[in-house]
């Protein structure tokens, strides 16, 4: 199916997180010498206007960029997007937002290579026409690339991983993002991503889902948890309270497989901001997962609104409440199995990470914000548990599409 155009969606809430993590990605690639490949399997147009007729339809990025746009006092990990942003907008009138190609022509080196996958025959052409643009201004400014620097191809992303890893140079940044109009998508991802790894197992692989609640999209994580990365983080972004017939994007998540040990930390300072300046209600809120390839999710850490399965031969991550906005309180739940074991040593206080930086020394066992909570028995994981807080569906071209996309 290609009736699916992001032009409707650009700048949505969604992009932002989207978009935001790409580019603390690419930064973090950036910070070696050598030359690296990023792949965009599912690459849009690669600009988006946001006056036009499919973005004023919907007026997505008003959920998105827009609410951010004149913020000010924004984390520091935020300004770098923020700048790319507006650096595409020097009236300083929101008029362009960038897709993920956009992102990557300039976040990444001359010496970089972009490989830029769509299959939409009217994105494509406007994507081959905005990659000339750009190229043709770097001239100007006599910036030129040895060789083809980015290369635009029509033809099917999930396949293009495979003649394309591992790179000559041995690093790769790849962003796949499909749009998720058939749920077969879901499992294409999973297979796609299960045989790069097998290619190259080092590369930095990104995924972009949408948080729904169709069968599909709520296993989806826990697939990708199963896939023989050596780490992975899962971040998730919601917005508001979903209505009960289930319609519309309000949430979002980042999937990264081997990612930068300076992701999580980073998050965890931003995502408080994000659901401040971009939460409508009392549901909007944030998680992040991290874990490893050995365990399945050795390490967990979860933010999120109650206790979750183990994944695999996964340890029970620390369920953690907290369904406003940013309401923080949370401390490791008793499995069922183990009520009646005798309790083992005290363990030390844990520690409680709050949105403002603050953290307070908390007793395992202890009572907040009026519930009890039993502290997780000493054998199943001694560790500290940290803690954090917490697209709308608009038209598809010739019609409303239930749930968002994907796309850039």
């Known amino acids: 199916m290609l009736s699916y155009r992001h032009a409707f969606h650009a700048g949505n809430h969604a992009d932002v997180l989207k978009h935001f993590v790409q580019v603390q990605l690419h930064l973090y690639m950036n910070q070696k ?3 690296y490949t990023y792949i965009d399997t599912h690459s849009g147009a690669g600009v988006y206007a946001l006056d036009s007729f499919q973005a004023t339809k919907t007026s997505e990025y008003d959920t998105g960029i827009g609410p951010l746009w004149n913020a000010t006092e924004v984390p520091e990990a935020l300004k770098p997007y923020l700048d790319l942003v507006k650096s595409m907008n020097p009236s300083g009138k929101l008029r362009y937002y960038p897709g993920s190609p956009y992102v990557a022509d300039q976040m990444s080196r001359l010496e970089d290579r972009l490989r830029l996958f769509e299959l939409h025959p009217a994105d494509v052409k406007i994507l081959n026409d905005n990659v000339r643009k750009a190229e043709a201004h770097r001239a100007e400014q006599g910036e030129r690339a040895r060789g083809k620097r980015v290369i635009v191809e029509h033809g099917d992303g999930f396949q293009s991983l495979k003649k394309l890893l591992p790179p000559p140079s041995r690093r790769a940044l790849v962003l796949v993002d499909p749009p998720y109009e058939v749920k077969d998508d879901y499992q294409k991802v999973r297979d796609a991503l299960n045989e790069a790894l097998g290619r190259f197992p080092s590369g930095m692989y990104a995924v972009w889902y949408p948080v729904l609640q169709r069968m599909e999209s709520r296993q989806f994580p826990d697939k990708l948890k199963r896939l023989p990365a ?18 519309g994007l309000h949430s979002s998540g980042m999937f990264i497989l081997n990612p930068p040990y300076t992701l999580e930390p980073m998050l965890r300072e ?38 979750r399965a183990p994944v695999g031969n996964a340890r029970r991550a620390s369920p953690l409440s907290g369904k406003g906005s940013l309401r923080l309180p949370g401390q490791s739940m008793v499995r069922e199995e183990d009520k009646e074991k005798p309790a083992a040593a005290p363990a030390k206080p844990r520690r409680a990470w709050h949105p403002d930086g603050s953290a ?9 914000d009026g519930g009890a909570r039993s502290a997780r028995p000493a054998a199943a994981d001694s560790r500290p548990a940290r803690t954090g807080s ?12 239930s749930g968002g996309g994907g796309k850039r």
């Open 33 to 35: 010498d050598v030359a």
């Open 230 to 247: 050596k780490e992975w983080l899962n971040v998730t972004l919601t917005v508001s309270t979903p209505g009960p017939d289930g319609i």
């Open 270 to 307: 931003t995502m408080p901001y994000l659901v401040q300046v971009l939460g409508k209600d009392s549901g909007a809120r944030f998680t992040i997962e991290t874990g490893t390839q050995i365990t399945g999710a050795a390490g967990l850490r979860e933010t999120g609104a109650g206790p």
């Open 360 to 368: 307070g020394a908390k007793p395992q066992g202890g009572a907040q």
């Open 390 to 401: 917490p697209r709308p569906a608009g038209p598809r071209q010739g019609g409303p599409r």
